[in-house]
């Protein structure tokens, strides 16, 4: 027992060999966010670190977009105010949902969802973390 500190705490992502399945947030009623009506600060998502995943329901729903970052009340403020995200909101409405996750894991859950959703905005906004050059860590998507 004295020498438990020692261990190394096994990833919650490798235990099983498919994709962790991820409690992404919904509202009160149990629907995904609808990105414009979504106010960060008052969800408590300020100073929180996760990824967050957007994307638009239509004819032809699409992901437009998935990152990385510190603060998921700054990031997802900035997106909703992206002029390159509010053009989607004519194809159907954009909805958001975030899961938080330790720093060491977020780059490559980001990079997992990117290389498999093929979002339609591949750029990195200033507030996400560049996660291309990280090892995907395997995730179920919002769903």
Do not use: C
């Amino acid at each position: 027992m004295f020498l438990q500190f020692w261990k190394k705490e096994p990833s919650p992502f490798t235990s099983s060999g498919h994709p962790a399945d991820v409690p992404w947030q919904r509202d009160e009623r149990g629907y995904f966010h609808r990105l414009l009506r979504l106010h960060p600060a008052e969800v408590g998502l300020s100073g929180i670190g996760g990824v967050y995943v957007m994307w638009h329901r239509g004819v032809r729903p699409k992901w437009i977009y998935v990152g990385a970052t510190d603060d998921l009340g700054e990031a997802i403020g900035q997106a909703r105010d992206t002029q390159e995200v509010i053009a989607f909101e004519a194809y159907g409405s954009i909805y958001v949902t975030w899961a938080p996750f330790k720093a060491e894991f977020r780059k490559g859950v980001a990079a997992y969802l990117r290389n498999s959703l093929k979002p339609e905005i591949d750029a990195v906004f200033a507030t996400d973390k560049v996660v291309s050059e990280s090892a995907p860590i395997a995730v179920q998507p919002p769903g």
